[in-house]
């Protein structure tokens, strides 16, 4: 109980923690496990990082590109500008034609839920994306999967969600064979 509650005040005291539209406190998150807390050292294994959003996910992309950008990495921001309503295929799509064009290795979609974006971009072949809600979801799906791309809500909190695109950068996928098969499977499926 007592790491618990330590743990509450180290994350109090370091990260900015801001009010979410989401109903789970920070409490609860570290209470339930909801959290994974990871510290990442980056010798930056990745240097340009793809990020797109819709509407509702404008602001969290901009304090991400804004966290990215501190640490080194060069961003491929596709948009949107402002936070009028648009629709999020387009900027999925945007963002999945970065990577396939080579511009950049990895990207980030983010909207309401995550839900969408992940549609959207895993219409397009050689695109895996992940739609994620912790570390340890993110960390397996670039190790077993090689996720190339991850979705996430933006209605988590700022500090999980810094902590997901941490891992997800510098988390190497495994290449153990009989997770080679399974993406070159998913990729016959889509033709």
Do not use: W
Not at 123 to 134: F, L, P, S, T
Not at 155 to 163: E, I, N, Q, T
Not at 182 to 188: A, G, N, Q, Y
């Amino acid at each position: 109980m007592a790491k618990k509650e330590e743990l509450i005040e180290e994350i109090e005291k370091t990260e900015e923690i801001e009010e979410s539209e989401s109903e789970t406190s920070l409490a609860d998150i570290v209470k339930n496990n909801y959290q994974e807390r990871t510290i990442v050292e980056s010798e930056l294994p990745v240097k340009k990082i793809a990020i797109a959003s819709d509407h509702r996910g404008f602001k969290m992309k901009q304090k991400l590109t804004k966290y990215l950008v501190k640490k080194g990495y060069t961003i491929i921001d596709l948009g949107p500008d402002t936070k009028g309503s648009v629709d999020y295929p387009e900027f999925a799509f945007a963002l999945t034609k970065t990577i396939k064009g080579g511009d950049a290795p990895m990207g980030i979609l983010i909207c309401g839920s995550g839900i969408g974006m992940s549609m959207a971009a895993n219409r397009v072949k050689g695109i895996r994306c992940a739609k994620v809600n912790n570390v340890k979801e993110t960390k397996y799906t670039r190790k077993d999967n090689d996720a190339n791309v991850i979705a996430i809500s933006a209605k988590m909190p700022m500090y999980r969600a810094k902590d997901i695109v941490d891992v997800f950068i510098n988390t190497e996928f495994s290449g153990k064979e009989r997770h080679q098969n399974r993406i070159e499977m998913l990729d016959k499926a889509r033709g």
